[in-house]
């Protein structure tokens, strides 16, 4: 079993900056895909932005929404996971989860973030 904690969230203006962080409880150096996502009051947890891995090569993919503002990046020495959110805007208000899958089939959520952009 390997255990996820975020961190990071927080209250901030619009148009001000974040860095969530997700720290896993085992090496993330086998990972083959390491995401971010969110969840709003009364929608569905979407997807924010993930990293797949295959080999040396690191496709990374940003919801629309998110595009030039949140940027993904990990660092294995730490087992980190990480979320840079700029320019932020009220409806990126929500609950953000991370989630790391292991290619011997694990599959873990972090127990989410809270994010609240607001002036």
């Known amino acids: 079993q390997v255990q996820l904690v975020e961190s990071g969230g927080g209250l901030v203006q619009p148009g001000g900056s974040l860095r969530l962080s997700c720290t896993a409880s085992?090496?993330?150096?086998?990972?083959?895909?390491m995401g971010w996502y969110r969840q709003a009051p009364g929608s569905e947890r979407d997807m924010v932005a993930f990293?797949?891995?295959?080999?040396?090569?690191?496709?990374?993919n940003y919801a629309d929404s998110v595009k030039g503002r949140f940027t993904i990046s990990r660092d294995n020495a730490k087992n980190t996971l990480y979320l840079e959110m700029n320019s932020l805007k009220p409806e990126d208000t929500a609950l953000y989860y991370c989630?790391?899958?292991?290619?011997?089939?694990?599959?873990?959520w972090g127990k989410g973030t809270l994010v609240t952009v607001s002036s």
């Open positions: 085992r090496s993330i150096l086998s990972v083959y895909f």
């Open positions: 989630r790391i899958r292991y290619p011997s089939g694990g599959d873990y």
């Open positions: 990293v797949a891995i295959s080999g040396s090569v690191n496709r990374t």
